[in-house]
């Protein structure tokens, strides 16, 4: 039987925002990317969030961001290269310490939004961060885009990479993902993400915008946790005869 870690992104709720359903969500992944407050999260919330994952025996990541609470860290915002460091240590060094507070441990660090596109191919951003990370703690693993220039970056800096596709976003023909500006960026069924859970876990290979397979080679797969489908989707993955188990990374 064939295995994989799913990881979904959580704790995005802020003060009186609710952003998905983080409850419903937890018993079906293995691995949870906590927001660190610049983009979603407050430290209420996140607490709260990194407590739920200690009791369901989730996997604990940082998911730090631009400081775009407004734009949820979609937007790309420039800082320079001693600002953006600066920023992503702040974030990833809460988090460690909210969750070393509660007895938990955590694995590894998972960029947001637009500062996730960027560093995929963007080498001198990739290199802010990652010195981000190993300033902190450079046992933490790297969860990034299977395939993209980002993943020999952080190779080379000597960190463990998690190669990440995605349950719910299309993709492009040289293994990008699709903007979430463009139409059908986003899978809109419970159906057509289960087709590309199969295709990525079962065969390596994902179908792009324009009908075309492309490889893929994953060790996680990312279900974001404020897709509206998020909860029928694991549970549908759950559901699948002859099931694939779903079972955290051992980092």
Not at 5 to 19: P, V, Y
Not at 49 to 74: E, N, W
Not at 216 to 237: F, T
């Amino acid at each position: 039987m064939a295995s994989i870690d799913i990881n979904c992104d959580l704790g995005e709720s802020f003060g009186q925002f609710s952003m998905g359903n983080d409850d419903a969500i937890f018993p079906y992944i293995s691995s949870c990317n906590i927001a660190c407050g610049f983009h979603g999260g407050d430290p209420l919330h996140i607490e709260n969030t990194i407590k739920k994952a200690i009791y369901y025996d989730v996997q604990i990541g940082a998911h730090p961001s631009y400081p775009d609470l407004a734009g949820f860290g979609r937007r790309k915002i420039r800082l320079s290269s001693d600002e953006l460091k600066a920023t992503i240590k702040y974030q990833i060094a809460a988090l460690q310490g909210m969750v070393k507070s509660l007895g938990g441990e955590l694995k590894y660090v998972k960029a947001h939004g637009a500062l996730y596109n960027t560093i995929a191919h963007d080498k001198k951003e990739a290199e802010v961060f990652l010195k981000a990370v190993n300033e902190i703690n450079p046992s933490l693993a790297i969860l990034g885009l299977a395939g993209s220039p980002f993943q020999e970056f952080t190779r080379k800096f000597g960190f463990k990479f998690i190669r990440e596709g995605f349950l719910d976003r299309k993709y492009q023909e040289d293994g990008q993902l699709m903007s979430r500006k463009e139409e059908g960026s986003v899978l809109q069924s419970v159906e057509e993400s289960i087709e590309q859970f199969q295709s990525i876990v079962k065969n390596g290979e994902a179908k792009t915008a324009s009908g075309r397979k492309i490889n893929l080679e994953v060790d996680s797969l990312c279900i974001h946790g404020d897709n509206p489908l998020a909860e029928d989707i694991l549970k549908a993955i759950h559901q699948i005869e002859n099931k694939i188990s779903i079972k955290k990374l051992i980092l």
